[in-house]
Nanobody, 125 residues
Framework: QVQLMESGGGSVQAGGSLRLSCGVF????????MGWFRQAPGKEREGVAT???????SYADSVSGRFTVSKDNDKNTAYLQMNSLKPEDTAMYYC???????????????????WGQGIQVTVSS
């Protein structure tokens, strides 16, 4: 399993932007599947965005058009650019990496998959 570390979270006013980063450690060149999930207090973990090994992406309807997911294989890093943030985007955001496709609607990874420790994003109105 690889280790993941998120950075870039924080507090922002509604309409603002943040960029989350997810560094992959323990593997020389990670080009496989990555995703972002989030979990608000009292709610289940939900998928936000995924980026496949070939660079194709998918988004939850709630963030489509506002968030952009990407990855830089040379830097072993995935990114989540979040624009036009809303108070309902407030949550703990988790990075995920796996050897098989990550499914937005199913926040479950394979036995070889990895989760980051999570990073808080707070959007105030």
């Amino acid at each position: 399993q690889v280790q993941l570390m998120e950075s870039g979270g924080g507090s922002v006013q509604a309409g603002g932007s943040l960029r989350l980063s997810c560094g992959v450690f323990g593997y020389a060149y990670w080009s496989h599947y990555m995703g972002w999930f989030r979990q608000a207090p009292g709610k289940e973990r939900e998928g936000v965005a995924t980026v496949d090994s070939d660079g194709s992406t998918s988004y939850a309807d709630s963030v489509s058009g506002r968030f952009t997911v990407s990855k830089d294989n040379d830097k072993n890093t995935a990114y989540l650019q979040m624009n036009s943030l809303k108070p309902e985007d407030t949550a703990m955001y988790y990075c995920a990496a796996d050897w098989r496709p990550i499914i937005l609607s199913r926040p479950v990874l394979s036995e070889s998959g990895s989760w980051g420790q999570g990073i808080q994003v707070t959007v105030s109105s």
